[in-house]
């Protein structure tokens, strides 16, 4: 175990729908990171968030946001959802400092199913 | 985009055969990381390599990393059926707030009794 939660664990939406995901990062650590995975592909970095402000983002339009709270935690929401759009979502969290390794703890994940 | 290609994509071995799983890169990075996933579930971390080693081994797991030649190698020695899962790489690139990983494409090993 990870310390790292994610909610939902399953979600069922229709296209253009919106979803919110959430993560609770593991105790101590500033930085969260959500990846996508799509069936048989390896995790695709969508953006990461460090002490609230976000720090990098992937390949992903805009309708992929996100938020990180004063107490770490993490939401992930998507926007006109599409059918692509399903995938299981990882989020990850790590220790943000100068001179540390940054070793990505993740969660569970939720898995995203768009009708 | 995926930042590496696994090689095999796909391997089955019987157990107390060792397995031999590639990854290879294509820009610069700071460390290099093995991760496990059973059944589309999360990640596990198995092994972190900074871009100034060259081995590291972790109980049963042994990790190369040569740079000049933008690749990695993962050996489980002695396997079990335990260790059936899909196997990923990931480069990292440490920015202030910490590491950003890019993902390769995965081996699927399978570890028959």
């Known amino acids: 175990e990870t310390g790292v939660t994610q909610s939902p664990t399953h979600l069922i939406k229709t296209r253009g729908q919106q979803v919110t995901l959430r993560c609770s990062s593991q105790s101590g650590h500033n930085t969260v990171s959500w990846y996508q995975q799509a069936l048989g592909q390896g995790p695709q970095f969508i953006f990461q968030?460090?002490?609230?402000?976000?720090?990098g983002r992937g390949n992903f339009p805009p309708r992929f946001s996100g938020l990180q709270f004063p107490n770490y935690s993490s939401e992930l929401n998507v926007n006109a959802l599409e059918l692509d759009d399903s995938a299981l979502y990882l989020c990850?969290?790590?220790?943000?400092?100068?001179?540390?390794?940054?070793?990505?703890?993740f969660g569970p994940g939720t898995r995203l199913t768009v009708t | 985009s995926q930042q590496g290609e696994e090689d095999p994509q796909a391997l089955s071995i019987q157990e107390g055969e060792n397995a031999t799983m590639n990854c290879s890169y294509k820009t610069s990075i700071n460390n290099l990381q093995w991760y496990r996933q059973n059944s589309g579930r999360g990640l596990v971390h198995l092994i972190l390599?900074?871009?100034?080693?060259r081995e590291k081994h972790s109980g049963r797991l042994r990790v190369t990393l040569d740079t000049s030649k933008k690749s990695s190698s993962l050996l489980i020695t002695a396997s079990r059926a335990a260790d059936t899962a899909s196997y990923f790489c990931a480069t990292g690139r440490l920015t202030g707030g910490g590491n950003k990983l890019t993902f390769g494409t995965g081996t699927q090993l399978k570890v028959e009794l």
């Open positions: 968030y460090y002490r609230e402000e976000e720090n």
């Open positions: 990850a969290s790590s220790l943000g400092l100068v001179g540390t390794t940054g070793e990505q703890y």
């Open positions: 390599i900074r871009s100034n080693e």
